[in-house]
């Protein structure tokens, strides 16, 4: 490997890490052959060409034989200067660097530093034996998960490492935030290793800084035992979830199934898993695509539901979830409202990743309430798969006065009228129509209605006061409100 060694990735070597540059040019890739060190300032370096020339005792930095040195090791051929001890280099010197060109480096342990290089460049096998050999024994710990397992390989390999799923998000590792890609590494490439039988079940991913041909090699060898140890891992983690998903589906199955009162047994296994069935019930139903694997995206659920401070048992159930919050008195409306305002919030924060329809059941007590109340759900969620300008959400409790609300509009009497009244909107720049609707199915809610839309806020509220001063209505007063989205939602309907 004789010449492959770059002094950039060098200093980037975590054994480098106290390594700091003293003087000279910036390292612009230089490549060190050797390793030549000499004991002070007064030795001759002789033949250094290519090397990096260590030198092994301290000396003040005042001292004149330092200059002279630095001369020699240029005319020598030297590519970059190590000295014992951090401490910064007189200007003259550093003048001195940086007009013959040469790198000059400090490190409070300069023979250290020189033997990392020395391993590096002569003992490459070495180097793979000892990582592969440190990643062994950190695959064999049998405790922990797939998390686990790559926080460790990250502080046995010392640089940052990833998991992606098949997609190339980062699901595990350094700043798992389910990025499209891991976050950029200053001067590192990226190893990958994929994994799993047939199409890959993912990808293992380490930062590794160019340059460094041994340590490259080195992760390369790691990379593919760890590999098997993570894929072991994740089948394990799946067998727990699949199993742990079943039961939960089979007892809430059996919940529904035996309504009220709940057998004894039937109810301890509720009581066990966490799950009151006594007190008052509010379900949910989030409905996606048969395609969409619901265990495996159940933790997106969960993380959702809790940034929306929904409180909610989540079950999955066909294709989708079941969920319910328990209230131990008879919710207010005030509570229910809060509910509500979660359980929207919930199908926004899915709908960025996921295609889904939400619905909302009315509020019912006990067993047999759950059983009811998720059914409700069911049925909107259903609905919901038709209503775009909703953001295909649907709660129970406002769809019985506005369904016959709504077949009102559609006499013949209403619909000319409501055409007649929203007609100034027609052929303006901006669906203004369509915003309108969005912005009072979300309770004029210009975050909401952007959210739905999929366009900035300020938009949205750059178009609603558009239609008011088309208009000339008072979107403040209740009345004109609920005349216009009739209106709207006849329009439409008819359109």
Not at 216 to 239: H, I, W
Not at 390 to 411: E, I, K, N, Q, Y
Not at 458 to 465: K, L, P, Q, S
């Amino acid at each position: 490997m004789t010449g492959d060694l770059r002094l950039p990735g060098l200093l980037a070597h975590p054994d480098w890490a106290a390594v700091t540059t003293l003087g000279g040019p910036a390292p612009d890739g230089a490549g060190i052959e050797r390793v030549v060190t000499v004991a002070d300032l007064h030795a001759d370096p002789g033949d250094a060409r290519a090397a990096l020339l260590t030198v092994a005792v301290s000396a003040p930095r005042e001292d004149w034989h330092l200059d002279v040195l630095l001369r020699r090791a240029v005319a020598a051929g030297a590519a970059a200067v190590l000295l014992a001890g951090d401490d910064p280099l007189h200007p003259a010197s550093r003048l001195l660097a940086g007009r013959i060109g040469l790198p000059v480096l400090g490190a409070p342990d300069a023979l250290a530093a020189a033997l990392t290089a020395v391993r590096l460049l002569q003992e490459p096998d070495q180097v793979v034996a000892a990582l592969v050999g440190r990643t062994a024994t950190v695959c064999g710990v049998p405790h922990g998960g797939v998390d686990d397992l790559v926080a460790d390989l990250a502080r046995t390999w010392r640089r940052p490492v990833w998991l992606l799923d098949p997609g190339g998000s980062v699901v595990a590792g350094a700043d798992a935030t389910g990025s499209a890609t891991p976050p950029p590494v200053p001067g590192a490439a990226l190893l990958e290793v994929a994994f799993g039988s047939g199409p890959p079940d993912g990808r293992l991913a380490v930062a590794e800084p160019e340059g460094v041909p041994a340590e490259t090699a080195a992760l390369r060898a790691a990379l593919a035992v760890a590999a098997n140890s993570v894929r072991q891992r994740l089948a394990e983690q799946r067998l727990t979830v699949e199993r742990d998903a079943r039961l939960r589906t089979a007892l809430l199955a059996e919940i529904l199934q035996a309504g009220d009162p709940v057998p004894g047994g039937l109810r301890r296994r509720a009581l066990d898993a966490g799950w009151s069935l006594d007190g008052w019930h509010a379900g949910l139903r989030i409905d996606v695509p048969s395609s969409v694997d619901v265990v495996a995206a159940r933790e997106q659920v969960l993380r959702a539901v809790e940034t929306a401070r929904l409180r909610a048992v989540v079950v999955e159930q066909g294709p989708g979830w079941s969920a319910w919050t328990t209230f131990d008195h008879q919710p207010t409306a005030g509570e229910l409202q809060q509910h509500a305002t979660a359980a929207r919030r919930t199908q926004w924060l899915l709908r960025e990743s996921l295609p889904t329809s939400t619905g909302v059941g009315r509020v019912h007590r006990g067993a047999g309430g759950l059983a009811r109340t998720l059914g409700e759900a069911g049925d909107a969620a259903r609905l919901a798969a038709e209503r775009t300008t909703s953001g295909r959400f649907v709660h129970v409790d406002r769809l019985g006065l506005g369904a016959l609300l709504l077949a009102w509009t559609r006499t013949d009497t209403f619909l000319p009228a409501a055409r007649s009244m929203l007609e100034p909107l027609q052929g303006r720049p901006g669906d203004l129509l369509t915003t309108l609707t969005a912005y009072l199915d979300a309770e004029s809610s210009l975050t909401e209605t952007a959210a739905v839309l999929g366009v900035h806020r300020n938009t949205v509220a750059t178009r609603i006061e558009r239609v008011r001063h088309v208009l000339g209505v008072d979107l403040a007063d209740p009345d004109e409100r609920l005349a216009l989205h009739l209106a709207c939602r006849s329009v439409l309907f008819h359109s």
